[in-house]
């Protein structure tokens, strides 16, 4: 049981979750169960839900949180199934419940009666902020967000855990890849590829080289990220551990787009959509949906506005549903230029100056700037 734990760990972070990730993490479960070890069950419980969420098998991994918590009797336990719980919910798309959540275990935080025997709860620091930190940019808290994960990378380079390093690393390249900080950007995914090259982690390497090509498409050079990112995400699906699967899918969508492959856009935009789907991972279903608007726009057929002005509708919907103000504004954004390109000013002006007035903060990031200008275009000042 504690061998083929500790090989399942060292896999995980070394080449990724294969498929026989779930026949293994079982043989230890019933091992535990076996022995009555309660603290091998629930390691057996997070590495199966670890596997589930990665792969964005959302409504799967929830049913393993519901018996993770149904084990614990440690309050440190207990927090770590409140954690997987509010990561599970962020993923799902409930980012309130998510939020509250995690907000909670970050106010009681309770330091462990004793050191758990399952080596993957040692990660140095609680992930709680790093989950926390998208969920406030998704709620329209965009400089909360990357100042909460720039801080959980400084604390997870004072405590120098590789693995923690690297997680915090990755989420800090999200969060400022979604803000459109490309400095910040390159600064984190350059930290990332030498640190997960220099542990030899390749199941944070890959990724992170998935998020280079991201950079450099946002940076122009489309044709290189294009082919950086095809060619690691292909590396990903190869390993079955792809995480952040459809921020990565609708960002190829885009870049394809850009290079005037329309039809290839459209059929990886789907591919992401019905992933989200049928696995229930909807948090980012909304900005798939924008980008399969705007790649609907670009391709200037005879029913292309009216496809883009449904889609957009159907995003705006989702994003209200799940209280995403910050993907909201994307979403008012694109459906306001379209109106504006057909000299509906005044059903634009009234869409999007509403939404850009409930934001607090976050105006020098790209999409409020973006959102003002266009603001500014339609008359408001």
């Known amino acids: 049981m504690r061998l083929r734990t500790a090989l399942l760990v060292s896999l995980m972070h070394t080449r990724g979750a294969a498929l026989d990730t779930i026949a293994a993490w079982t043989t230890v479960l019933d091992i535990a169960k076996g022995l009555g070890d309660t603290d091998y069950q629930l390691t057996a419980l997070w590495g199966l839900w670890l596997f589930r969420i990665t792969r964005g098998e959302a409504r799967t991994a929830l049913v393993l949180v519901d018996r993770f918590c149904g084990l614990v009797t440690d309050p440190a336990d207990r927090l770590r199934g409140e954690r997987m719980m509010g990561a599970s919910l962020h993923y799902l798309g409930d980012q309130a419940n998510a939020r509250q959540i995690l907000e909670g275990i970050l106010s009681r935080h309770v330091a462990p009666a004793r050191l758990s025997r399952a080596v993957p709860f040692q990660y140095g620091q609680p992930n709680a902020p790093l989950i926390l930190s998208r969920i ?4 329209g808290f965009p400089d909360q967000g990357l100042r909460l994960a720039e801080r959980s990378v400084e604390d997870a380079r004072a405590i120098d855990l590789a693995v923690g390093v690297c997680y915090a690393l990755e989420i800090a390249s999200l969060v400022s890849i979604w803000s459109g900080d490309l400095v910040a950007t390159e600064r984190y995914v350059a930290a990332l590829l030498d640190y997960s090259a220099r542990h030899a982690l390749a199941a944070w390497h890959r990724p992170a080289r998935c998020y280079d090509g991201v950079r450099l498409i946002k940076r122009g050079a489309v044709d290189k990220g294009l082919e950086l990112l095809r060619t690691k995400l292909d590396e990903l699906r190869g390993t079955s551990f792809v995480p952040y699967y459809p921020v990565m899918l609708g960002a190829l969508a885009q870049g394809l787009a850009q290079a005037g492959y329309v039809a290839q856009a459209l059929a990886t935009i789907d591919e992401a959509l019905a992933k989200c789907e049928r696995d229930e991972e909807r948090w980012w279903i909304a900005e798939l949906l924008r980008i399969k608007a705007e790649v609907k ?16 509708q159907d995003a705006l919907s989702w994003t209200r549903r799940q209280g995403a103000l910050s993907l909201e504004l994307r979403c008012a954004t694109d459906l306001a230029r379209l109106w504006h390109q057909q000299g509906r000013a005044a059903p634009a002006r009234n869409l999007l100056a509403p939404i850009y007035a409930r934001f607090t903060e976050g105006f020098a990031t790209a999409d409020l700037e973006a959102a003002k200008a266009l ?3 339609l008359g408001v000042t």
């Open 136 to 139: 406030l940019w998704l709620q």
């Open 297 to 312: 726009w670009s391709a200037e057929g005879a029913d292309a506005a009216a496809a883009a002005e449904a889609h957009l």
């Open 375 to 377: 603001l500014g275009s």
